[in-house]
DNA sequence: ATCTTACACAACAATCCGTATTTTAAACAG
DNA sequence: CTGTTTAAAATACGGATTGTTGTGTAAGAT
């Protein structure tokens, strides 16, 4: 599932003990991740609260950047929503709602936060916001692509285009400006999509 | 011009010296948050950079988080774009182009990350990034509101909505993406606006 | 049962933060 | 110009953190 490019371990023939070990200083990352912040993603904390030799940390991943982007990567793994029922204005309402909640639910703020503090200077905290936000859009285009086979929209629109601008003000206002989604956004949204796109 | 809601300091009525080294710590801050990014605004590296004693700068502020707050608050000064020639298609266009070459030269990013990267423990950062976000899609909604006292758009619109509609696919692709913002992108959007109320 | 691997544990230097104290120099008042 | 006030420089300190190294020990593989 995990897409990172650098040289991923192997982890099914790991040692059983370290294969859960290394499960185990995740989960604990993930939870200070969530509770405290990425800056307290450390080896002290992390080990910490893991029950874990802080030296174990370090013969896993080399420094704190690489424990956070390990961290973050798994926190932040693919989402696949249900289909939806083949009707698009339906359907894209849907999926900005499921956006929505999986904002809220997966607390995307301060792990977007951590991306994109970092995405200055490490190129790989970059790709992973690229990825991070990509993949909260991916399910909107999906949606247009599905309505695209039906021959419900014109079959030559750029789906990732198009999603974007129907995603974006959702992680606009929850991501950028600490706002609420409401439901006349994600109304408003959908419903100005379609005039354009003469299905109002 | 700052806005800051904290204890002020009376910036005008300090000592000669005393203002010289704020402005020489704040400037050095600044490049260092520009350059280095923002985990690097600390004491030592301020003090190095401004050639001033590392204490000198816990005089003027608290702590680190003051400090980058301060450091972000000089970096990201309101803007008073030139007023539009009255056509709002143009105007909006000149806005939204106006806000592209303000997010590339005023380094926006790595400011955007630090503040992202705090908001979540502090409230502070919070407000700081709602702001900063605000300040950016100001000019916006100010076409938007002088196209509504010229009559060419209906009154009833809410100006601070429809400015984040159609400057979020641009903070979006910027701030979120990393990505380009092409005049295609900007030219869609204004289009597909103008569609939606009858301007088109 | 033995051997290899990896974790626990302890100690290490290097760094940094925030504070307190003393010394020095700039700004100001008479 | 002189004495006083103010703030910065210099130095030092305790506490905490990062990343490294080395030694024992127990889990897992053969």
């Given at each position: 599932m995990?897409v990172?490019?650098?040289?991923e371990?192997?982890?099914?023939r790991?040692n059983?003990?370290?294969?859960?070990?290394?499960q185990?200083i995740?989960d604990?990352?993930?939870?200070?991740?969530?509770t405290?912040?990425?800056?307290?993603?450390?080896?002290?904390?992390?080990?910490g609260?893991a029950?874990?030799?802080?030296?174990?940390i370090?013969?896993?991943?080399?420094?704190?950047?690489?424990l956070?982007?390990?961290?973050?990567?798994?926190?932040?793994?693919?989402h696949?929503?249900?289909?939806?029922?083949?009707?698009l204005?339906r359907?894209?309402r849907?999926a900005?709602?499921n956006?929505r909640?999986r904002?809220?639910?997966?607390?995307?703020?301060?792990v977007?936060?951590?991306?994109?503090?970092?995405a200055?200077?490490d190129?790989?905290?970059?790709?992973?916001q690229?990825?991070?936000v990509?993949?909260?859009?991916?399910?909107?285009?999906?949606?247009?692509?599905?309505a695209?086979e039906?021959?419900e929209?014109?079959?030559?629109l750029?789906s990732?285009?198009?999603a974007?601008?129907?995603?974006?003000p959702v992680?606009h206002?929850?991501l950028?400006?600490?706002?609420?989604?409401?439901?006349?956004?994600?109304?408003a949204?959908?419903?100005?999509?379609?005039?354009?796109?003469?299905?109002?």
């Amino acid at each position: 599932m995990s897409v990172v490019s650098e040289s991923e371990p192997d982890i099914v023939r790991m040692n059983p003990r370290t294969r859960r070990v290394r499960q185990v200083i995740l989960d604990a990352a993930v939870e200070v991740l969530l509770t405290d912040g990425a800056e307290h993603v450390t080896a002290t904390h992390v080990a910490g609260r893991a029950d874990v030799a802080r030296t174990t940390i370090y013969r896993h991943w080399p420094d704190q950047a690489a424990l956070l982007l390990a961290t973050i990567d798994a926190v932040a793994s693919p989402h696949h929503p249900p289909p939806g029922v083949g009707v698009l204005d339906r359907d894209l309402r849907s999926a900005l709602e499921n956006l929505r909640t999986r904002l809220m639910v997966h607390q995307s703020r301060p792990v977007f936060g951590a991306l994109a503090s970092h995405a200055h200077h490490d190129e790989g905290f970059a790709v992973a916001q690229r990825r991070f936000v990509e993949q909260l859009v991916r399910p909107v285009a999906a949606v247009l692509e599905a309505a695209g086979e039906r021959g419900e929209v014109g079959g030559e629109l750029d789906s990732q285009l198009e999603a974007t601008l129907l995603a974006g003000p959702v992680l606009h206002h929850h991501l950028m400006l600490h706002a609420d989604v409401t439901d006349g956004l994600i109304e408003a949204v959908v419903a100005r999509w379609l005039v354009v796109h003469d299905l109002g």
